[in-house]
Each structure stands twice: as structure tokens, then as C-alpha cells.
């Protein structure tokens, strides 16, 4: 491989630290709590129920912690198993905030068609406060002009369809090298023992976003800013994945109970230092009239506002911060979903069989897959919603929050309210997708169904105003991974594991991982 075995024996345990769920938060908070409780009761004020507004139904909680003890480490799963109870809409105390969460495509429909703007904000959470970075964040800015901004320079700069179709050999030469990478370690372990595969996933996807965002190989051995760049960003996405005590009750947040805040401060901090240098840079190697690398950083710093409703130039903060926010929302999220794919193809070896067999007929033997192919492979397409559907990277999607108070199906929707769109809910809703919890790709072969914002049962990237700005980048970039990996290699289970007894369990963080990662084995197609 094209670094060193310590680096990436150390890259590899950031990985996983990255992938890890702590469930430390619910002990400690109920040691915690139960022990203050003549403190916290002077806060019940904020318990006092709304006599004149009808909320939807919902589990009574307990005093205080609400219903926090109540959801346990896999809140998804458990909100899902409420549904039958409450319905589609259920009412959560979550300590000292009000949150809302959404569980059918029924309710998730009325909610981006009719009260999308309702519901425009977005819930802060304590790590994302830290060096403002929440300001600077196109998935976090507060809803007006500056993320208006944002969002044109991702989807009408940065994405649009010609500039996407012009960075395919970026991504088509990231790809080989993750293709390398695998075949020279399979070369090196023992026979029937599997790889990991998601972390050659990540690692791929981390050096593409430095080619596309800055144009360099952050995984080059030789490069200190980019291995430092690395585990300030391996932290950065370890810290933002824990659930958080000062958020559900604010008035703890000077005690950082968790250290939380302080670990986000000095990996954030590293991190911002590090983009303000490549920057920096990039300013010194770009005299007026020199021709541009036309990267997504030069599109950043040629941006010209009209100064009025929209700033100027993008200042140096919001520019780091960006920066950061493209290897944030591109790295896990890719890696997972094919985790994921790779998984349910093992798991249903018919369907692994069928997508070889149309990779062969439109690929051929001796040909790479290229992006050019995506609409030509349908199966692998009905794989990949599949696998979305299934598996959303962030089942709860970014939590919104109501702007105003709003009547939403019924009921009477505090301002500030949270709410929960639980995707991973609306892909398992017995109401609209028959036979739900089998994974079946042909239930989307002749169907219109997508996950680009109009059909909401799909939406594992979301919906509405707010919903990810890159996806089209998203869509080409995990056809191609999936497909190069299933056309280049056969897959099989590591020895200890079969199809029958493979681990499905999840692990919530950042993304929403397999608990226990996918170890395969891959065979170089004798073709």
C-alpha cells in the first residue's frame, strides 16, 4: 500500500474509535441525576405541561431524565417499536428538550409537502458550538441569506452536472488505488480470513474529498499535514457522534460532565489550524493571473457576494469550517453504506450472483466500471436504494427545529420543538413497502422510486430545503465503489462466519454502523 504499516495501523484504530457508540452517557446520567435531584428539581418550570396545546402521544417518561432512559443505546429501533402504540407522530421528553419524532412516510410526507419551512432550523448541538463551528456549517447554519449562499455554492458551483462529470478521473484513480490496496493485503493474510473492508472504504473516500476539495493526497506518507489532518478529523467525527448530556439539560454545560467539549475543542482546533494553512498556501501559490486548479477551494475563494443580503468574500472561519464540513459529510456516511451493501449481497448470495452477472454483461471481463455505466446497471442501482432504504447512514437524518409554533396533523407543535425524522422507521413502514424488513433490490427494477427528495419513503439523505446537498456526487461516487469492488473481486465470508450467523447488529454514532465490522475475503475474478 502506498503508506506505511504503522500509519495505518494507527489510522485504522481511529477508524474504529470513529465507529464506536458509547452508552456511558445513560449510566452517567442516571448516577448523576438521581444524585442531584433536589438541584434539578428546581428546574420543573420547564416540565409544566402545555394545558392549552394538544401534543401527539407518547411514552410518559420519567421525572427529570423524561424519556431518555427510555430510548437506550439504538433509539431508532426503539422508536420503531413504539409506532404501533402511538402512531405516527410521537412526543419525547428528552430531559430539558421538547422533541418530536416523525415515523411513517405518511407523516414524513405532510412534513417536508406542507411545513417544511415550519420546521427550517436546525437543533445545535453542544460539540457543534465549539469554534462557532455551527456558523460556518451548510448543514447547520441558521436558515436565511449565508445558507442560501452555502447551499449555491455547493449544488450550482461546486456539483453541478458538468464540473461532477469533470472530476471522473479523480475519482476513477482513488478508486483503483482503494482496488490496490485491498489486493495487496489479501496478498498478506491467511487463507479464509476476511479484511476489513469498510476502512479501506474510508480511507479511499478521505483522499478523494483532498483531491476534489484541495487538490492533494492527504493519505501521502510523506505529508504531515495531511496524516495530522487525519486524526484531528478521525477525533472531530468520534466527539460529534456521542450523545450529550449538556444538550438535554443546558444548564450543565460549564461541568462538561463528559469532556465532550474540551476533546471537540482540541481536535476541532487542530483541525481549523491545519485547513488554515492549505489555504493559506494555496493564496501563495496563485499570483493574480496564474492559471487555478479550479478545485472546490478555488471555487471558495473566487466567490464574490453582493455584500448586502450576502458577504462579500467567504471569510477565513467559514472557510475552514467548510472545509471540514465536505470530509464530515462524505467520508463515514460512504464508507457505512457500502459496509452495509457488501453485507446484504453476502447475506443474499442470489443477489450478489445477479449483480456480477449484469456487471459482466455490461462492463465485460477486461473493462473497469466507469460512472458512464451507472444507467446501463440497473440492478446495481436497485442494490444501492436497497441498501439505503435498509441502512440510512444518519437514521434520525440532522434534526430539524420549528421555527414557530405550528399545527402539524393535529397537533400543536412548540416553537423550538426537535424533531426526529426517523428514516431508518420509514424504510421498515409496513405501509408502504411490502415484505419490509427482507432485503429485496427487485422491488425498485421499473419503479420511479429514488432517494433525491421526492419520494418520502426513501429519504436517507433527507428531504425538503435542507436536505444533502451531495447527493449527486453520493450517487456516482457509491455506484462506483460498489461496483468496482463486486466486478473486480468475488466476496466471501471470513471462515469463522456464515450467511446465517453474520452479526446484523447496529452501532449509533456519527453514522449508524454495523456493531461488528464486515470482515470479507476477496478473490481476484479469474477472468
Not at 109 to 133: G, W
Not at 171 to 190: F, G, Q, S, T
Request: proline letters at 5%.
Amino acid at each position: 500500500m502506498s503508506f506505511r504499516r504503522d500509519q495505518q495501523g494507527l489510522k485504522e484504530n481511529f477508524i474504529l474509535e470513529v465507529m464506536e457508540f458509547s452508552s456511558d452517557f445513560f449510566l452517567l446520567s442516571s448516577i448523576f441525576f438521581f444524585s442531584s435531584a433536589l438541584l434539578l428539581f428546581l428546574h420543573r418550570r420547564i416540565f409544566k405541561p402545555s394545558l392549552n396545546r394538544r401534543l401527539p402521544p407518547g411514552p410518559l417518561g420519567w421525572p427529570i431524565l423524561g424519556n431518555m432512559l427510555d430510548l437506550g443505546t439504538m433509539p431508532h429501533r426503539t422508536l420503531f417499536g413504539l409506532r404501533p402504540k402511538y402512531g405516527d407522530v410521537i412526543w419525547l421528553r428528552l430531559g430539558s428538550m421538547n422533541s418530536m419524532a416523525i415515523l411513517s412516510a405518511k407523516a414524513a410526507t405532510e412534513f417536508f409537502k406542507n411545513h417544511d419551512l415550519s420546521f427550517a432550523e436546525r437543533t445545535i448541538t453542544e460539540t457543534m458550538r465549539v469554534h462557532d463551528y455551527h456558523k460556518g456549517s451548510l448543514a447547520l447554519a441558521p436558515y436565511g441569506s449565508y445558507w442560501r449562499v452555502l447551499r449555491r455554492l455547493v449544488t450550482v458551483d461546486m456539483l453541478v452536472h458538468k464540473r461532477i462529470n469533470d472530476t471522473a478521473i479523480i475519482r476513477r484513480k482513488c478508486v483503483d488505488n482503494m482496488l490496490l490496496w485491498i489486493e495487496e493485503e489479501a496478498c498478506k493474510l491467511e487463507a479464509k480470513c476476511g479484511l476489513h473492508v469498510a476502512r479501506f472504504v474510508f480511507l479511499m473516500t478521505f483522499n478523494l474529498l483532498g483531491n476534489l476539495m484541495l487538490s492533494q493526497d492527504l493519505l501521502d506518507p510523506q505529508s504531515k499535514d495531511g496524516s495530522e489532518f487525519f486524526t484531528a478529523m478521525m477525533g472531530l467525527m468520534e466527539w460529534s457522534g456521542y450523545a450529550n448530556m449538556s444538550d438535554y439539560f443546558p444548564w450543565l454545560r460549564w461541568l462538561d460532565l463528559q469532556g465532550l467539549r474540551r476533546n471537540m475543542e482540541r481536535d476541532l482546533g487542530k483541525a481549523l489550524e491545519i485547513a488554515s494553512k492549505f489555504v493559506k498556501e494555496r493564496l501563495m501559490d496563485r499570483p493574480v493571473g496564474a492559471e487555478k486548479k479550479k478545485d472546490f477551494l478555488d471555487l471558495l475563494l473566487e466567490f464574490e457576494g453582493n455584500g448586502i443580503e450576502e458577504p462579500a468574500k467567504i471569510s477565513d472561519r467559514d472557510l475552514n469550517i467548510f472545509i471540514l464540513e465536505i470530509f464530515m459529510a462524505g467520508s463515514e456516511t460512504t464508507s457505512s453504506t457500502t459496509e452495509w451493501a457488501l453485507t446484504e449481497l453476502l447475506r443474499n448470495p442470489d443477489s450478489m450472483i445477479k449483480a456480477k452477472a449484469e456487471l459482466m454483461q455490461v462492463v465485460g471481463a477486461k473493462q473497469k466500471v466507469e460512472e458512464s455505466d451507472i444507467d446501463n446497471l440497473p440492478y446495481l442501482q436497485a442494490i444501492i436504494k436497497e441498501t439505503l432504504r435498509l441502512h440510512p447512514p444518519i437514521p434520525f437524518l440532522v434534526p430539524r427545529k420549528a421555527i414557530r409554533d405550528t399545527d402539524f396533523m393535529g397537533f400543536d407543535i412548540p416553537k423550538n420543538t426537535q424533531v426526529l425524522v426517523n428514516a431508518w422507521a420509514i424504510g421498515r413502514d409496513p405501509d408502504v413497502w411490502d415484505d419490509p424488513l427482507s432485503f429485496k433490490p427487485e422491488r425498485f427494477i421499473g419503479s420511479k422510486i429514488d432517494y433525491k427528495g421526492q419520494h418520502y419513503e426513501l429519504i436517507p439523505f433527507g428531504a425538503g430545503r435542507r436536505m444533502c446537498a451531495g447527493v449527486p456526487l453520493a450517487h456516482r461516487v457509491l455506484h462506483l465503489i460498489l461496483g468496482s469492488l463486486l466486478h473486480k473481486f468475488d466476496w466471501e465470508l471470513d471462515g469463522n462466519v456464515t450467511r446465517e450467523t453474520i452479526d446484523m447488529k447496529d452501532r449509533l454514532g456519527i453514522t449508524i454502523r454495523k456493531k461488528e465490522p464486515l470482515l470479507a475475503v476477496p478473490k481476484k475474478c479469474n477472468v
